[in-house]
């Protein structure tokens, strides 16, 4: 998706562009991470692909580097936040059902405490 195919309105895209200032905690050239405004536990981490994919639901094989790229750098600020011994979990909601805000492919990274199980 080139930079004309952008949603004008996605708040992840505008986060990747710079059009919006953000703390990076990690930053690779196709992914970064930030922390969630509404965290769910003591670490709530988000990492974001910089190039627009709506959700998991729409990745394709020529997307594998990017997603090579998240798991990366979910394991790095996890060692960062100081939970990558610990353990944390990695979730990727697809569609509102599911809880997904901003339709912008995004993981989770959460921990900082025992985590029950999910569903």
Not at 15 to 43: C, H, Q, W, Y
């Amino acid at each position: 998706m080139t930079a004309s195919e952008r949603p004008a309105d996605c708040l992840f895209c505008a986060m990747a562009t710079g059009a919006m200032e953000v703390t990076k905690l990690v930053s690779r050239d196709d992914v970064f991470v930030i922390r969630d405004i509404n965290p769910r536990a003591p670490v709530h981490l988000l990492v974001i692909p910089t190039r627009h994919i709506p959700t998991a639901a729409d990745v394709t094989d020529a997307d594998g580097p990017v997603l090579a790229q998240m798991f990366q750098a979910a394991r790095e600020a996890a060692v960062q936040e100081g939970i990558g011994e610990r353990g944390y979990r990695l979730a990727i909601n697809v569609g509102s059902d599911a809880g997904m805000v901003i339709r912008h492919l995004h993981m989770h990274v959460l921990g900082g405490r025992r985590l029950a199980a999910e569903g």
